[in-house]
């Protein structure tokens, strides 16, 4: 079971990690000659320092593992990278695991068998470091390179080994971790001959049908699709390089295994995987998973596949960046707007996806825990540095707080600086606090002394269809907070006992600035005022029965008649209630 130490850290037990894969004992015979007729255009990569744009400066061609040259990089100096990958996988056991012996080379799916395997085809360890030029003024702008190192329990200078980079779009295959091989995925098949000084490599295409004209048939031209396709693609000096190793390594200088290794045990390799077309400059290309595969002697594609390792671990130019729109407290429906450099997409999520000028917005409306579409964008972005932007706080809310997680990030204020790196997952969560309010309504006497009311109620209506009613304490004053900012309508609905509402109508109050009835200042309308009642009779009695009969007729300042005036007879009374200060009039005529 190969186990992925994605540090360098060492190995880990079996059974934590990355899994292992499997391995074919079929040798094809009866098309090895055609096959290796095919193989024998490969042509011989010479000796390089480092691939051209390389971003580390890689040195896969010298076949150890320091650096040889100031300001480059070698197996040693790599360890700790996010992109360094170091698997290390049974030897010598035959607890190894391996492709079940006598399947078709072309299986989407390779049956899984244990076996030991022969000791110059055994892996120990496999490594591998991948990462893409992002520097715009090179020539390799946005190139995507694999660098690979194998060890094996044997010395073998002349060696071979395939290297699958599998997409997974088809899914995993039952019972195991190994992708099931989709229409697509690519096959690096590398020939270490004349002792490890000459290597070859060749692209072979993995096709599910006939309708790619250039790569129609299988290579096992007894094979039908799926399968790997008939075309051998070869790669140039510029596109890939290698080496196996030309004298011993010390453990001191091998921080891949610790081990001392003799000349031949290990073999190192460089692709420019966008010069070798697998991975295009321009469109975002992932393979969640190289799978790496020793083969026995002889350069043929068909040869008997032994040793196989499975890393679990994305080869891609492009990396993920994830943004998502919090409120506090959560699941409030306001729209946040954000300015950004990344590349416009309309499904990218959201309110609308990012527009052509790089421009989003997100609304975490109904998120009570967890995340939505609506409030979460995510791009799929080439390697580079973007930055991501918060616009103005909408009315009501105030930044709170901006946070990012993977990648390589920096925060100011409300900026995301995010230089994403070939298959880094970033994700950065803005949250804004809301703003809440208060209204406070004061009731008053309207008599010059002011006297505080107690009693008076008052509706308070807003919006969201807010709506609730409050009373005057002993204080003459009401208060309610925790409101949203905006626009509410403050309206006295009963007077005190004894007192008559001077305003009806109700007063618009604007919520436009955090405060509590504890805290703060609340807003506040003007203070409301009621004026006090009087009630007022006047009588009229005859002392003698059958005497005399009155009028009584009472008025205000307009001469309008109040209460229940006139009244006539021998005992008249007129009763006016709850009038307000003024000039009364009333006029008592006893008939002669």
């Known amino acids: 079971m ?35 007729a095919v193989l024998a255009v490969g042509i011989a990569i010479p000796a390089f320092a480092v691939l051209s744009g390389s971003p580390s400066n890689f040195e896969a061609n010298d076949g150890n593992m320091v650096v040889n040259t100031t300001g ?13 990958v170091h698997l290390t996988d049974p030897s010598n056991t035959t607890a190894d695991d391996s492709f079940k012996s006598g399947q078709k080379q072309d299986s989407p ?20 470091f991948s990462e893409t030029n ?10 995507t390179f694999l660098d690979g190192a194998t060890i094996r329990f044997a010395a073998n200078g002349s060696a071979s080994e395939n290297v699958e980079l599998n997409q997974g779009t088809n899914g995993t295959c039952t019972g195991t971790t190994l992708l099931q091989r989709s229409k697509g995925d690519k096959l690096i098949a590398i020939d270490y001959t004349t002792g490890g000084t000459t290597v070859t490599f060749h692209v072979l295409t993995w096709i599910v049908d006939n309708s790619d ?4 048939t299988c290579f096992v031209k007894t094979d039908s699709p799926p399968c790997w396709g008939v075309n051998s693609q070869t790669l140039a000096a510029n596109a890939a390089e290698g080496q196996a ?24 390799f460089g692709v420019d995987l966008t010069a070798a077309g697998i991975v295009p400059a321009n469109t975002c290309k992932a393979f969640p998973q190289t799978v790496w595969e020793s083969r026995s002697s002889g350069s043929s594609f068909v040869s008997s596949t032994e040793d196989v390792s499975v890393e679990q671990h994305t080869v891609s130019n492009c990396g993920t960046i994830t943004i998502k729109k919090h409120t506090d407290p959560r699941a409030l429906d306001q729209v946040f707007g954000y ?3 990344l590349p416009a997409n309309d499904k990218a999520g959201g309110v609308a996806g990012i527009d052509a000028n790089g421009n989003f917005s997100l609304n975490d409306k109904g998120n009570t825990s967890g995340d939505s579409a609506l409030n979460t964008v995510s791009e799929q972005a080439f390697a580079g540095k973007y930055t991501v932007t918060e616009e103005a706080d909408p009315a009501g809310f105030a930044f709170e707080s901006l946070s990012c997680s993977g990648g390589t990030t920096s925060i100011s204020g409300k900026t995301a600086t995010i230089t994403l790196a070939a298959d880094d997952n970033v994700t950065c969560t803005y949250v804004n606090k809301q703003q809440l309010g208060a209204i406070k309504v004061t009731k008053t006497s309207s008599k010059a002394a002011a006297t505080p009311l107690a009693g008076a109620k008052f509706s308070i209506t807003g919006p969201s269809n807010f709506s609730t009613t409050v009373t005057t304490g002993s204080d003459g004053t009401a208060c309610v907070d925790n409101l949203a900012f905006g626009s509410y309508t403050v309206t006295e609905t009963a007077a005190p006992p004894g007192y008559d509402i001077d305003n009806t109508s109700g007063v618009t109050v604007s919520v436009d600035h955090n405060a509590s009835c504890t805290s703060g200042t609340p807003n506040a309308p003007p203070t409301f005022t009621d004026t006090p009642l009087t009630d007022i009779t006047a009588t009229a009695t005859s002392e003698a029965p059958g005497g005399t009969k009155s009028t009584i007729t009472c008025t205000d300042s307009s001469n309008t008649g109040i209460g229940n005036s006139p009244q006539t007879g021998e005992s008249a009374k007129v009763t006016a209630n709850g009038l307000k200060p003024g000039t009364y009039t009333c006029t008592i005529v006893i008939d002669p």
């Open 2 to 36: 190969s186990v992925p130490d994605m540090h360098g850290g060492g190995a880990r037990p079996p059974g934590h990690g990355t899994s292992r894969f499997l391995r074919s004992r079929r040798t094809w015979s009866a098309l090895a000659a055609a096959a290796a």
């Open 72 to 84: 480059n990089n070698d197996w040693n100096s790599v360890q700790g990278s996010p992109n360094y």
């Open 109 to 128: 799916c390779p049956v899984i068998n244990t076996n030991k395997n022969p000791p110059k085809d055994d892996f120990t360890d496999v490594a591998s």
């Open 134 to 143: 992002i520097d715009p003024s090179s020539a390799q702008f946005r190139h």
């Open 213 to 216: 004209p250039n790569n129609a």
């Open 245 to 268: 190793s030309q004298a011993a390594i010390l453990a001191a200088q091998n921080k891949i295994s610790n081990t001392d290794l003799a000349a031949g045990q290990f073999a190192e």
């Open 339 to 341: 300015t950004s450099n």
